[in-house]
């Protein structure tokens, strides 16, 4: 029973470094979505795709975030020159239609970053 | 979409109903009341969802007031694996906005 998949689920980083996370969606599910997770707090909207087409990138907090869906299914979400703020927990949801209000996005695990 | 207020915390006896309460009292007419919940380690996972009548499911109920500004979410039996963060949303099914905005949630602890 394949739901959404998270690797790694774990990721320790150097500041300064680049880092890549990938999402496997549900498959055949349309829209996919990433979120970050700061300690404590609930997750915060990132980027979401409609099939390859990233239709909203306004939640990604700097240019050094970069998020790809090349084929319409896995996406990766990737993080250049680390720094300390970005250590969250980066989840990732899929959601079956076009428009995802009309369905339920479910999620990943999430992948823990921890930047020192 | 139209913010929400929640019990930072709630305890709740193993086997006894759980009554998790939201306020949305700037809800528009065309907003849904959406729950989920998020257990220590994993994603958050869909409860139910409803816009004025209450809903049941295998897993809850949702009572929304008839004014729609309050809801609660009733989990009848509660069990310890039920102990999660609990996000009450609202959301249009109109706009342009296609994700969810969480808040800070409710901690509930299922006591044994």
């Known amino acids: 029973g394949a739901g959404v998949s998270q690797s790694p689920r774990y990721k320790v980083a150097k500041r300064g470094q680049d880092v890549a996370l990938r999402c496997d969606p549900i498959s055949g599910h349309v829209s996919l979505f990433w979120y970050q997770q700061a300690l404590g707090q609930g997750p915060e909207f990132l980027t979401y795709f409609q099939n390859e087409a990233q239709l909203d990138k306004s939640g990604l907090p700097s240019d050094r975030f970069f998020a790809e869906r090349p084929e319409g299914s896995v996406s990766t979400l990737k993080i250049q020159r680390t720094q300390q703020e970005d250590s969250a927990v980066y989840l990732c949801?899929?959601?079956?239609?076009?428009?995802?209000?009309?369905?339920?996005?479910?999620f990943g695990p999430g992948t823990r970053l921890t930047v020192l | 979409d139209a913010k929400t207020t929640q019990p930072p915390s709630m305890d709740c006896a193993e086997g006894r109903a759980a009554n998790l309460p939201c306020n949305h009292s700037t809800i528009s007419g065309n907003e849904y009341v959406y729950w989920y919940r998020q257990i220590h380690s994993q994603g958050p996972q869909y409860i139910i969802h409803?816009?004025?009548n209450n809903e049941t499911n295998e897993m809850a109920s949702l009572i929304i007031t008839e004014d729609r500004k309050s809801s609660t979410l009733i989990l009848p039996h509660a069990t310890l694996r039920d102990t999660a963060v609990y996000y009450c949303?609202?959301?249009?099914?109109?706009?342009?906005?296609?994700?969810?905005?969480f808040g800070s949630g409710t901690q509930l602890t299922v006591l044994p």
């Open positions: 949801a899929s959601s079956l239609y076009r428009d995802p209000r009309f369905s339920t996005q479910y």
């Open positions: 949303i609202v959301r249009a099914l109109s706009g342009s906005a296609r994700q969810l905005t």
């Open positions: 409803g816009l004025k």
